[in-house]
């Protein structure tokens, strides 16, 4: 549960970036949000109508943050960083005259001609869509096979955040942020970090943790890589630039690119590869991590072996 709803206005100007890009040399293209079409009007405050009612929503029980009111209003905050393959706005949802609010990281997948997200093939690789037209648009990389490549990318990170978030809320051993809503290639998050002042929380790279503190990280660490074994999951692209630390707290992020390891034909090499890059990192800050012994225990998990 979060007590955000007595929270004012995040104080985050518009266009202010709160955490450096993922691209440092990256162009940015601004991403403009869904606006519903039978729904034109704007709103007196805000930049636009919440999206809610026409989107795919997020799991139940809800958070009593999450704002479902029809006569909320969305309003853009700023970038908060550009990626690879989408870009990140920092978004408050209210309710005008009520003070109830949700701050939402929405995520902005690009279209073809503007995603640098050249990895596709191994990602995709035992993903498949129903239509043989779909998936040969996707084979050959055609400007309508790139819109649902995006969309799967959308579409499978809103499924293994609602899957995983499912998951922490039961055994509370994974951290993601709550998947609010889909619509088309936009994702809206549970935006991780100060919902007053718009400040996000910091990457685990950007930490400097106490011994106790690295510690208790890495135990976070191997319980979360254990919860996505046993899913038959690897995150696909784990490392200290894509996990938050919020309030003492290991929050995983950036999932689109998710692989089931058993469908996938690199399914092992993906998980070995997220275990590397995380237990480098702790490595490197003086923890001593055995990280063959824990792809071993992850791989029995995940039934690779």
Do not use: C
């Amino acid at each position: 549960m979060r007590e955000h709803d007595s929270f004012g206005p995040a104080t985050m100007r518009r266009g202010r970036r709160k955490f450096d890009d993922d691209e440092p040399d990256f162009v940015k293209r601004g991403r403009p949000a869904p606006q519903l079409s039978e729904d034109p009007d704007l709103p007196e405050t805000g930049d636009r109508w919440s999206t809610w009612d026409g989107a795919l929503h997020g799991p139940e029980p809800r958070p009593d943050w999450v704002r479902t009111e029809h006569r909320a209003v969305d309003t853009e905050l700023g970038m908060l960083k550009t990626g690879k393959e989408a870009d990140v706005f920092l978004v408050r949802r209210a309710v005008p005259d009520t003070g109830e609010i949700s701050m939402l990281a929405a995520k902005r997948y690009r279209d073809g001609d503007h995603r640098l997200f050249h990895r596709d093939a191994g990602y995709l690789e035992g993903r498949r869509v129903r239509r043989s037209r779909e998936m040969r648009a996707m084979t050959n990389r055609t400007s309508f096979g790139k819109e649902l490549i995006a969309g799967q990318w959308a579409a499978a990170e809103f499924g293994a955040l609602t899957r995983l978030w499912q998951v922490g809320q039961e055994g509370g051993t994974i951290s993601v942020p709550y998947p609010v809503q889909l619509i088309g290639t936009e994702l809206m998050l549970e935006f991780i970090g100060d919902w007053e002042t718009g400040e996000a929380a910091p990457r685990l790279a950007q930490v400097r943790p106490d011994r106790d503190g690295l510690e208790d990280l890495w135990r976070q660490m191997v319980d979360a890589l254990s919860v996505l074994a046993r899913a038959q999951l690897a995150h696909g692209d784990l490392s200290p630039y894509n996990t938050l630390v919020h309030d003492g707290r290991l929050v995983l992020i950036d999932l689109p690119q998710v692989v089931d390891v058993i469908a996938n034909p690199r399914g092992a090499e993906f998980l070995a590869r997220d275990v590397r890059n995380v237990a480098a990192w702790f490595t490197s800050r003086g923890l001593t991590v055995n990280a063959d012994d824990l792809i071993e225990r992850l791989s029995y998990e995940a039934g690779l072996h």
